[in-house]
C-alpha cells in the first residue's frame, strides 16, 4: 500500500516550479521533445517529482518517437493508477502518482512487448536519479 501524501495548492506551488506545478497538479503536458528525460539514456529510477515516489525504471523505458519519455511498464503497479480522461475530444487512460495524485501522462495501448502498453510520461513530472555503480 502506498502512503498519501497530500499538500495545498499553495505548499505545492512553494514546491513545484511552474511548469511542473501546471503538469503535475493542473494536468497540463509539456510540448513534445522539449522535456529534459526524453532522450536520457541513463540507467536509473524515475520518481515523481511530486513526492518521491518510484515510478519507472529506465530498464523498461524506450524510444517510442513520441517526444516524450515512454516505458512499457511501471516499477510497481500500486504506485500508480487510472482515471479516464475525456479531454481534447477524445477518450484516454490518465496516469497518477498513487500516493500524492500528481498527473504523470497517459498509457495507450500501442507499446511494445511483454505488455504492449506505452507508458508517455511528461519529463516535468518526474525526478531522474541515476544508478551509481
Known amino acids: 500500500m502506498v502512503e498519501k501524501v497530500q499538500k495545498t495548492e499553495a505548499e505545492w506551488k512553494q514546491q513545484l516550479t511552474p511548469e511542473q506545478f501546471k503538469v503535475t497538479r493542473k494536468k497540463g503536458t509539456e510540448r513534445a521533445f522539449t522535456g529534459k528525460y526524453h532522450d536520457n539514456k541513463k540507467s ?3 520518481k515523481c517529482i511530486c513526492c518521491g515516489t518510484e515510478l ?5 523505458k524506450y524510444d517510442s518517437g513520441t517526444g516524450w519519455p515512454s516505458f512499457y511498464a ?15 475530444f477524445m477518450t484516454r487512460t490518465e496516469v497518477l502518482c498513487s ?3 500528481a498527473h504523470l501522462g497517459h498509457v ?3 507499446g511494445p512487448r511483454p505488455t504492449g502498453k506505452r507508458y508517455c510520461m511528461n519529463s516535468a513530472s518526474l ?6 555503480n
Open 44 to 46: 536509473g529510477i524515475y
Open 99 to 101: 500516493a500524492c495524485g
Open 74 to 88: 511501471p516499477v510497481s503497479e500500486e504506485n500508480v493508477s487510472y482515471e479516464s480522461d475525456r479531454s481534447l
Open 108 to 110: 495507450f495501448n500501442d
Open 56 to 60: 519507472f525504471s529506465s530498464e523498461t
Open 127 to 132: 525526478d531522474f536519479v541515476e544508478e551509481s
